[in-house]
């Protein structure tokens, strides 16, 4: 088989079983004296520079990147030489011994205020990344990161003015809040999280916060976060287990997301789907949540209708079918709703 050494592949045989089996009953039968003895020291050092040479030692990297990182470096190198740094970080930390390392080596908080304070914005978003991968399905980094301040993202989010880095702060709290912690999610709810994500669903609020209304990607993880907090809302708040829900229902963000069910691209697979899991959960909170059903469905089938042309290329055609097919889950969910009243 191969294994990988410095970047490079080494060719190793497979093990000669038998060989092994003849050499230890050579060794072991008890028909003559044993020829090992102990090692020497010289030999002892030469095998320690040997493991060293061919071992990479990931944690000791670790450390000296954030010696490194977090130093003052000339201007004009600053950005270039720590983005660099971020980069390598980032491969570091898709492992979980390695996320660890990087809070046990003092090197968590630093990022955490390299993302909320720095001024390059290259380096804000490559820290985003880091932590991300960091904390994501880590509980114990996940942890870390809340007693370090990471609920700045918060306000953060509302800092940035470009819509790569709101879209990387809602990344880095989205990892951060996938969790079985319940402390992370109610510190979410309690610095206004909940308030951020249902702004997203408000036209006016919406269009002020990203000064665009194009904003499938966000919208696409605001929806996959209210999820995460819909499934866990009873936990979280056992005297109060709709509270979210009863949020969600004052924002009408159930009729802001059918509506853009129906004018979301082909392409747009997973925004649809959280959709229809925001709607799952939604039901089970209130069966009656729509109030005008009746006329939202006929809204939708006037649409569906006036767009019809007699001449279609395939696309057109395929963008029909996938509204029309958008309408039967949307009527499907109506008639669900009012069968069970």
Not at 68 to 82: G, Q
Not at 122 to 146: D, E
Request: hydrophobic residues 40%; glycine residues 4%.
């Amino acid at each position: 088989y191969q294994r990988r050494v410095h970047g490079d592949y080494c060719s190793r045989k497979m093990v000669d079983w038998n060989g092994l089996f003849k050499w230890s009953l050579q060794y072991q039968d008890g028909t003559k004296p044993s020829e090992f003895k102990a090692m020497s020291d010289k030999d002892k050092k030469w095998l320690e520079e040997a493991i060293k040479h061919y071992t990479f030692d990931e944690m000791k990297r670790v450390k000296e990147i954030n010696a490194i990182l977090y130093s003052t470096m000339p201007i004009e190198r600053e950005e270039e030489d720590k983005g660099k740094l971020l980069d390598e970080l980032f491969d570091f930390m898709e492992g979980i011994q390695n996320a660890e390392d990087l809070h046990l080596v003092g090197g968590l908080a630093p990022l955490i205020n390299m993302m909320l304070t720095n001024k390059y914005e290259s380096l804000r978003y490559k820290a985003g990344k880091v932590f991300t991968n960091a904390v994501q399905n880590n509980i114990k980094v996940q942890r870390w990161a809340l007693e370090n301040s990471a609920m700045g993202l918060i306000p953060q989010f509302y800092k940035e003015t470009s819509l790569l880095l709101k879209e990387q702060v809602l990344s880095s709290l989205s990892a951060l809040i996938r969790t079985v912690v319940p402390e992370v999610r109610l510190e979410f709810f309690k610095q206004n999280g909940l308030d951020l994500l249902l702004n997203m669903f408000i036209n006016t609020k919406r269009i002020i916060l990203l000064a665009t209304d194009n904003s499938i990607k966000l919208e696409t993880k605001c929806l996959s976060m209210l999820n995460e907090l819909l499934f866990t809302e009873k936990e979280m708040f056992p005297t109060s287990p709709y509270l979210i829900s009863q949020q969600i229902e004052k924002a009408k963000v159930v009729t802001a997301v059918i509506g853009k069910l129906l004018a979301a691209k082909i392409e747009d697979f997973f925004f649809q789907d959280k959709v229809h899991i925001l709607l799952d959960y939604m039901k089970s909170y209130k069966k009656d949540l729509i109030l005008a059903e009746g006329k939202i469905i006929q809204c939708f089938s006037d649409k569906l209708r006036d767009e019809s042309t007699i001449n279609k290329t395939f696309q057109e055609a395929m963008t029909e079918q996938a509204a029309k097919f958008k309408l039967l889950l949307i009527q499907n969910y109506f008639k669900k709703t009012i069968m069970i009243k």
